[in-house]
Each structure stands twice: as structure tokens, then as C-alpha cells.
């Protein structure tokens, strides 16, 4: 599917009656595998609709079920609970709260609704607690669950195969192809543990209520069984690493289970970028993808040069 489909018309299919009123339907919070919009039923309930891209997305989105039917009441907050779950459509109730952040949708800049400067104790603390809670759950019950699993073992064999299926896709420059090999070889940066994580911690998915505590969590379509420091990557890329520091401060005063670098850990994993996005183009085949590689590749050692960044 190239464009979005008429969501009204999509609803009315599958029994959600939408306001007659057209404004209450607003397309947009789309990504790479969905199309998206927020609208109001006739009972004046809110709803997020999703329409899958692809075909894959298809059973992406039955994985999703499945992490969300295990998280669901097992963390302090509120979960999508899927009351349509179709190959053409994903509709739940839009979650209690506002997203902490919105993505401009011209800009792709972040709209905060959390106040910047000193981000509110309220907001950090519960998300500290949230994420402790998340990355203590039984691992051995998610992947009998049939939630994918990765051994803490196998964690750097994974990461370096990925890095060099992205170097054959888009030559990487020398910096940051060494920054990434002396980060894969560094032990110290690597846990000796895994944990069910989300795999997409991240400001717009994160809903706030009036006193900017996490009250619930959208998207779980990253679920796995892998690096707990993948879920502060971005959260570090939105917030910067001196709040990734205090984050994981109160995680670890939360009970969460840390190491001494897991900041650099999770500050790699924004490095690597390049490396996630070449394994999700060769997932889809999607030309457009494969060719903007070598464009993300450019640009994160672009990045990685002005920062003077060193591991």
C-alpha cells in the first residue's frame, strides 16, 4: 500500500462508527510500517486506527499481540488494548493521557508537551519505575510467551554481522566504522544479561498525565528479548546524555539492573543507527530504503566528526 486508505470508510468496515463530523478524523502518526490516524466515533470515543504498509507488517503486528497480551497488567501502566486486529486494520482505544513529545509532521522535529529546561521529578520517576518493572519481567515466561529472544552471548555476533551487511550496502567511512568495531570488541559496553524490552522508549510514544507521570506506553512492535540498554537509546537521542545519566540513575534506585557502561551502551546504540536501519531496509526489499542507507550512513559520520565524540 502506497497511500493512505480512507479510514472511514476502513472503520465502518470493521464496526467503529466514526463522528459524522470529518474534522474528528485526523490521518497522521504514520511510519514505515503503518499508515495512521486518531478520530472519534459516534459515542464520542477516541480511537487510534492503523493500516499495515505491507504484507510483512502483517505479522509483525500478530508479534505485537503477543507482547502486549503479556505486558498487559504486569507494568504500571496502561497498554493498547487491540479491539480490531485485522490484516487491514489495528483499532484500540487512543491511550489516558497526551504523548510527552509529538513529531512535527513537515519538520520531523519533536513538539514537547513536557516542559523543557527541568523536566518535571514526576515524569522521570515513574518512567524509571515503568522501564525497572518492564526489564524485570520473567524472561523465560515472555519467550514461552512467543515473544523473540536473543542470548546475552549472542548479542555482539548479532551486531557484528549487522554492521557488515550495512558496510555492503554503503561503504561506512573509517571513523565511524572504527567507532563501531571498537565498541562490538569492548567488553565492557556488552551485558551479561538480557530483558524483555519494548525497543522503542521514546518521548511521542510515551502518554503523560496533568502531572507529567507515565501513564501509558503505545507502539510494542519492538518487543523482544534482547540489550535492556536498547530502550534508553533513543531517550538519549530525544533528551541528550546527561538526562540518559539521571534516567538511569533512578532505574537503578527503581531496582533495575545496570552495568558501568550501559550509558555508553545505549549512546552506541544511537551510533549504530545506520546498522538497525540497513537490517529493516534488507528486511523489506524496499528499494527506496536500500538507497537511503548510504545517505543515513553519511550522515551519522557526519554527525560523529563535528561531535568529537570518542568511546
Known amino acids: ?40 466515533d459516534a459515542s464520542g470515543a477516541y480511537w487510534m486506527l492503523r493500516a ?40 484500540y482505544r487512543v491511550l489516558p493521557g497526551v504523548p510527552a513529545a509529538e513529531v512535527d509532521p513537515l519538520m520531523g522535529e519533536l513538539i514537547w508537551r513536557l516542559p523543557q529546561g527541568r523536566v518535571p521529578e514526576t515524569f522521570n520517576d515513574s518512567l524509571a519505575a515503568v522501564m525497572s518493572k518492564l526489564h524485570g519481567l520473567d524472561i523465560v515466561a515472555a519467550e514461552a510467551a512467543g515473544i523473540p529472544a536473543v542470548t546475552a552471548d549472542i548479542l ?40 524483555l524490552v519494548n525497543g522503542d522508549i521514546y518521548h511521542p510514544h510515551l502518554f503523560v498525565d496533568s502531572d507529567y507521570r507515565v501513564v501509558g506506553v503505545d507502539d510494542w ?37 545496570t552495568w558501568a557502561r550501559m550509558a555508553d551502551q545505549a549512546e552506541m546504540y544511537y551510533w549504530a543507527s545506520p546498522v538497525r536501519f540497513a537490517a529493516y531496509a534488507m528486511k523489506t526489499g524496499d528499494l527506496s530504503h536500500l538507497m537511503n542507507v548510504k545517505n543515513m550512513v553519511h550522515r551519522y559520520a557526519s554527525m560523529l566528526e563535528d561531535s568529537g565524540y570518542e568511546n
Not at 498487559?72 to 488494548?81: F, L, M, Q
Not at 561506512?172 to 544479561?193: C, Y
Not at 546527561?242 to 537503578?252: F, G, N, S, T, V
Open 221 to 257: 512492535s519492538g518487543a523482544e528479548i534482547t540489550d535492556p540498554a536498547t530502550d534508553f537509546s533513543l531517550y538519549f537521542a530525544a533528551a541528550g546524555r546527561e538526562a540518559l545519566e539521571d534516567l538511569l540513575r533512578r532505574y537503578e534506585r527503581e531496582g533495575g539492573r
Open 52 to 91: 499495515p504498509r505491507r504484507g510483512d507488517v502483517q505479522l509483525a503486528g500478530r508479534q505485537e499481540a503477543v507482547a502486549l497480551d503479556f505486558v498487559r497488567g504486569k507494568v504500571p501502566i496502561v497498554v493498547p488494548a487491540w479491539q480490531v486486529h485485522t490484516d487491514e486494520l489495528i483499532a
Open 1 to 40: 500500500m502506497t497511500s493512505a486508505p480512507d479510514f472511514a470508510q476502513l472503520a465502518a468496515a470493521h464496526g467503529i462508527e466514526l463522528d459524522k463530523d470529518a474534522s474528528m478524523l485526523r490521518v497522521g502518526g504514520a511510519d514505515d510500517e503503518y499508515f495512521g490516524a486518531t478520530a472519534r
Open 156 to 195: 555482539r555476533t548479532r551486531m557484528r554481522l549487522r554492521t557488515e551487511e550495512c558496510n555492503s550496502l554503503a561503504p561506512v567511512p573509517e571513523k565511524l566504522w572504527g567507532l563501531w568495531q571498537r565498541w562490538i570488541e569492548g567488553d565492557a559496553f556488552w551485558p551479561s544479561h538480557v530483558a
